[in-house]
């Protein structure tokens, strides 16, 4: 059921529309035609019937288009459009509930804890006097040479292994390989020279990404599975995707949602 409210504001903006067409001597037929629209469009627009009215971005394209044609304000007349189409709106029961639970959620942060670790020697009991070197025993006369033929060998074995580079050390000296810059994640640019009511939403996920007038060019990362892009000037509106050339998003009488998909999605 339609909001009253909202009933009434959309018959008075009908009504604006309609004067100003007859004001200028315009048929129902004639103003189709020129913007390339059915007269069944025009008459559900100025009759303010909300429940035949298409989705929020299309209705705005339409109003927009229609005021521009009759002499109006165009922004104007959309600023008037913008409350109806929000008291046309109702948040589903899903989203509801996923709002409020994600408002009763709370995330418990634990308190950091510090540690400190301190190393002192032990205590000395009294009266024990400290240690004392023990004496050189008699043998180590007879292992002196012994040592002293051992370090030698081990100076011998290091001045070899100086001369020629250890496998490791030949490894280390060889150049690294290049390596590959990472590969850039697919975009979508668009771009227009006039301004356009423009819609782009994920596909599959029916997430809205940009909604209202755009003008100028931006770039929108396609994602895993793609984008959906409408306009209610699809003949003003230029999609390149890679290195393609880019091209209009359709003709001027095809308002419609035209998809976007990277190599490889399903």
């Known amino acids: 059921m339609s909001d009253p409210s909202a009933t009434g504001a959309a018959s008075g903006l009908g009504q604006r529309l309609r004067q100003a067409r007859l004001e200028r001597g315009l048929s129902t037929s004639d103003l189709a035609a020129r913007l390339h629209m059915r007269p069944e469009q025009i008459d559900v627009l100025e009759a303010g019937l909300t429940e035949r009215w298409p989705e929020r971005a299309f209705a705005i394209a339409q109003v927009r288009r229609l ?63 400290p240690s004392r070197p023990q004496a050189i025993p008699r043998l180590t006369w007879v292992l002196l040479p012994l040592l002293l033929l051992g370090v030698g060998a081990v100076a011998v074995a290091s001045l070899q292994s100086h001369r020629r580079p250890s496998p490791a050390t030949a490894a280390a000296v060889r150049p690294a390989a290049p390596r590959r810059a990472p590969a850039t994640a697919p975009v979508l640019e668009v771009s227009s020279g006039e301004p356009a009511w423009l819609t782009v939403r994920a596909v599959g996920a029916d997430t809205v990404i940009f909604d209202g007038t755009f003008q100028g060019r931006r770039t929108f990362p396609l994602g895993p599975r793609g984008l959906e892009l409408r306009s209610g000037r699809p003949d003003l509106v230029l999609v390149r995707q890679g290195d393609r050339p880019a091209r209009p998003l359709g003709p001027i009488d095809r308002i419609t949602w035209v998809a976007f998909r990277p190599a490889g999605a399903p």
């Not at 007349?77 to 189409?85: E, G, H, K």
């Not at 540690?115 to 006097?129: E, L, M, N």
């Open 67 to 129: 005021a521009t044609a009759v002499g109006l304000d165009a922004e104007s007349v959309v600023a008037d459009v913008r409350p109806i189409l929000d008291q046309l709106q109702t948040p589903s029961a899903a989203a509801t509930a996923v709002m409020r639970a994600s408002a009763g959620r709370s995330i418990a942060t634990p308190s950091p804890r510090s540690r400190v670790f301190r190393s002192t020697p032990p205590p000395r009991r009294q009266g024990t006097p």
